[in-house]
């Protein structure tokens, strides 16, 4: 028994002893990396867009040439939605989505049922993005962002809110 016990006091040590030398070569480590690509970033940075986007090609934004239509993000006790939930708009229109009430609301699109080969475009239309192909939440009533579909493929882009996904808040944009 006793032999047992010094046995499990060893390898108590030995884990400790390892863990706490991986915890020192990972903050080392991950100063390292974090200084690396700060110091490439400025010379990387419009090749790491379209890699977020998946795609090859490097795509620009491209600027709203037609209308600017509005939709509101609204939750209450009518329940949680996009006004209007359904939008058909012309290439080159943009959307102003507005949050209104019972927020934090995003604008979220799925790369598997957007148009097949419009993520890169579609991504680089989004100025203000928390994660490929999802805005930044908005957090107070009139906080807003406008997404541009210029140069995105003709087609239905479904949209849900992250937070509110669950309790249907969903919509589409058709683009002509």
């Known amino acids: 028994m006793r ?6 006091l060893i390898t108590g040590a030995f884990v400790l002893g390892a863990c706490g030398g991986s915890k020192n070569a990972a903050s080392t480590s991950d100063s390292t990396a974090a200084s690396a690509p700060a110091a490439s970033e400025s010379a990387a940075a419009p090749a790491a867009a379209p890699a977020a ?3 090859a090609s490097t795509s620009a934004a491209a600027p709203i040439t037609g209308k600017t239509w509005d939709v509101k993000m609204v939750g209450d006790d009518k329940g949680y939605r996009f006004e209007p939930a359904t939008l058909t708009i012309k290439q080159g229109d943009g959307v102003k989505f507005t949050m ?3 927020g934090p609301h995003d604008v979220a699109f799925d ?4 148009p097949a080969g419009s993520t890169a475009q579609l991504t680089a239309n989004m100025p203000n993005q928390m994660a490929p192909l999802q805005s930044n939440f908005l957090m107070n009533a009139g906080d807003s962002e406008t997404i541009s579909f210029a140069k995105v493929p003709k087609g239905t882009y479904p949209i849900h809110c992250v937070p509110h996904l669950a309790l249907g808040m969903k919509g589409s944009i058709t683009v002509q």
């Open 3 to 8: 032999f047992i016990g010094q046995v499990a």
């Open 100 to 102: 209104v009430s019972g």
């Open 53 to 55: 986007g998946g795609a």
């Open 111 to 114: 790369s598997t049922t957007i």
